[in-house]
């Protein structure tokens, strides 16, 4: 295992200097050492850069997301583009969109602010109402965590899809489409988190430090505060980097339905969804917002997977395949003693910190 | 186990409800006037409030819920002005859209999201559990950076994406399969594998990573199990090892897992069945939340969580069966 060779050949040198590292920088240096996920991150760097410089990057080009290029469409064939590659040019770097003759590098570096904005935005909105109502339910007493962890469970356990589905189709159009969105996936997918918290709670509640700062006299509030949040971050964190692509691809997929993002706003999810019409005769349009959404959705898991290992090394990759994964095998065979139904049913026997892939991989699209 | 499914069942009931209530608060607070919607653009006020008298929609929302609760045991009655048009027991309303009985709907819609359901379950069974057997008993730096690789990708691509690059390369491209339009298995069987078969690949890729994984762990497990030692001690060949001993304690979580993953599947595929034009479940659930169908919406809904819930129950009984060490509680 590279990643523990290399902490320890570090914790060589480390052992020198006087101080120890702190857990930030520990994390960092872990992370660090993993290429996989280092490339990720540049990845999701390089993204976020085009998102935020996409009105710098339209205007060297010289184009705009919603001018009509009449011209550059062939009307005779129902509006595909002329030139190869859908009509790349010097003038529109990738091409243009059928029928309308939009500029797809404008349309595409513009989507990706939609795309990041609405995924980032729904993550922020689970961690925070997964955190609060984790923490309720953990600290709270019996009546409480009951009624809390009940809804929970609905939440987890119902079809966000269909749901996210009619809430999107009740609120009327003027609203402000990319927020409803981030709106509807942050208050639908926050289950999995406070679930996470809750038994994370429930542990450290028991644990002598925990104890010890409610005999100091401080209250609940401070006790969750001062020790309990920062023994959350860890797992927290895990989860939501692993949140984040598949708040990405809920968008996209809502958007591919018709019922997300709708044009003229354009969001990788909604080029894809005016793509597949196209497919048969513009194959440029359609691998354009597939290859970008494959790209950033794989280096955005890549990249979750890294942060894992890097706050947690006792437990290997999870998309590692080799013997490090015995150990979760038995946990999903449920090989041990006697396991509840329910348990096996939702395919995690313990509520243990380390597995939130279970949950994880329930995006909102997710078929 | 009997006490475990009537616990079980009034559980779904529960839910199902719920599930119902909360669609219908939402729908009846959206602005839009089903009335309109059943009438049409050429309706006058006049007639829109005759409607509106008929479908019930001026009582209230509670009433109307309720309504469609005794429906579903009893049946209904509706009026359409000048004669009665029976809707039998499990009587979950008419379209606002067309008039049409939803169970009628949905008993059309079923096969499609069947048809697709089964057969990406097929496939996916055979590349993952194939893959996964594979990897577990070849163990080298191949067949493991091989089978990372597709797990990696299979998390990382949903399934339009997949499913929109198989059309791309296998009917734009290369030209080997035609555009896809569902045709019923009872009219031509050959044509509905030929034309769903895409379907069922973008959706089995997918999910043949995940299986795969779970099948190689699981495999390793139960051949590192002291009873798989004992039998190798007694001179018993490797291979009727794995075929005759093994594969049945590794194989019980893949079909737990199996049977919950088909509910999801029959709780319709929606990506899929828009994608590839299929006439199931899912489009029209599309389809009815974009026109505000309510009656339509939630009836759909309905059956798929209905869907859901039962698998769950099976896999929890498939798992017991197959596994004396869990307990049905």
Not at chain 2, 267 to 295: C, H, M, R, W, Y
Request: with cysteine; glycine share 10%.
């Amino acid at each position: 295992m590279t990643v523990e060779a290399l902490s320890a050949a570090e914790g060589g040198t480390d052992a020198v200097a006087s101080a120890p590292p702190s857990g930030a920088r520990q994390v960092w240096r872990r992370l660090r050492g993993q290429r996989a996920a280092l490339a990720g991150g540049a990845v999701i760097a390089l993204f976020v850069l085009v998102a935020v410089a996409a009105p710098l990057l339209a205007a060297i080009e010289g184009q705009d997301t919603t001018s009509y290029h009449a011209g550059l469409v062939d009307s005779a064939s129902g509006g595909v583009p002329l030139g190869t590659f859908g009509g790349v040019s010097g003038s529109h770097w990738l091409g243009v969109e059928p029928g309308t003759g939009r500029d797809l590098f404008a349309r595409l570096v513009y989507g990706s602010r939609i795309s990041l904005i609405v995924a980032f935005g729904a993550t922020v909105l689970q961690v925070l109402l997964g955190v609060l109502l984790g923490l309720a339910a953990g600290l709270g007493n019996r009546f409480l965590d009951g009624l809390l962890s009940r809804i929970t469970d609905v939440f987890v356990t119902m079809p966000a899809l269909i749901f996210a589905i009619a809430l999107l189709a009740v609120v009327p159009d003027g609203f402000p489409r990319p927020v409803l969105l981030m709106l509807v996936l942050g208050l639908l997918a926050w289950g999995g988190i406070a679930k996470i918290v809750r038994a994370q709670v429930l542990t450290l509640k028991s644990l002598d430090y925990v104890a010890a700062s409610r005999l100091g006299g401080s209250g609940p509030w401070r006790t969750a505060r001062r020790e309990l949040l920062p023994a959350l971050v860890a797992p927290v964190v895990t989860y939501a980097a692993i949140l984040l692509p598949s708040n990405i691809v809920s968008e996209a997929g809502l958007s591919f339905l018709g019922i997300g993002v709708t044009p003229p706003t354009p969001s990788w999810g909604q080029m894809l969804s005016s793509a597949s019409t196209w497919y048969q005769a513009d194959s440029a349009y359609v691998l354009l917002p597939a290859v970008l959404l494959f790209v950033t959705v794989l280096a955005f898991t890549v990249f979750a997977d890294g942060v894992r290992t890097a706050l947690d090394p006792r437990v290997a990759s999870r998309l590692r395949v080799g013997t490090g994964r015995r150990k979760q095998a038995k946990a999903d065979a449920g090989s041990s003693g006697t396991v509840s139904p329910e348990a096996v049913a939702s395919g995690k026997v313990s509520p243990d910190v380390a597995e939130p892939e279970t949950a994880s991989r329930k995006a909102v699209t997710g078929e | 186990m009997t006490r475990f499914l009537l616990r079980r069942l009034f559980q779904a009931a529960v839910v199902l409800v719920v599930l119902a209530a909360v669609l219908y608060a939402c729908f009846y607070l959206a602005p839009g006037d089903a009335a309109r919607l059943a009438c049409g653009p050429k309706c006058n006020t006049a007639q829109i409030t005759q409607i509106r008298g008929q479908m019930g929609l001026d009582d209230p929302v509670y009433v109307q819920f309720w309504h469609f609760l005794s429906g579903i045991v009893a049946g209904h009655d509706y009026s359409t002005g000048t004669d009665v048009l029976h809707c039998p027991a499990p009587c979950l309303g008419q379209s606002y859209r067309t008039g049409e009985l939803v169970t009628t709907m949905i008993g059309q819609k079923l096969p499609a999201t069947a048809s697709l359901a089964f057969g990406a379950m097929v496939l996916w069974l055979v590349i993952g559990v194939g893959t996964g057997l594979l990897s577990a008993l070849r163990r080298g730096t191949v067949t493991e950076r091989l089978l990372t690789g597709f797990t990696l990708v299979g998390t990382a691509t949903p399934v339009f994406i997949t499913g929109i690059l198989l059309l791309l390369v296998f009917c734009s491209w290369l030209q080997w399969l035609p555009y896809p339009s569902y045709v019923p298995l009872t009219e031509d069987p050959q044509q509905w594998a030929w034309n769903l078969l895409l379907a069922w690949l973008a959706l089995a890729l997918v999910e043949a990573a995940k299986y795969a994984r779970l099948t190689r762990s699981s495999m390793l497990e139960t051949l590192a199990e002291d009873h798989i030692r004992t039998f190798r001690a007694y001179g018993v060949g490797e291979r009727a090892i794995v075929v005759r001993h093994a594969l049945r304690g590794a194989l019980t979580p893949v079909i737990a897992l199996s049977a919950l993953d088909l509910g999801t599947m029959f709780g319709g595929a929606l990506l899929t069945e828009t994608l590839f034009n299929i006439p199931g479940l899912g489009q029209q659930l599309v389809q009815s939340v974009q026109i505000k169908d309510v009656p339509v919406v939630v009836g759909i809904v309905l059956v798929m969580g209905l869907a859901v819930v039962v698998a769950n129950a099976v896999a929890d009984v498939l798992y017991a069966v197959a596994d004396r060490r869990v307990v049905l509680a």
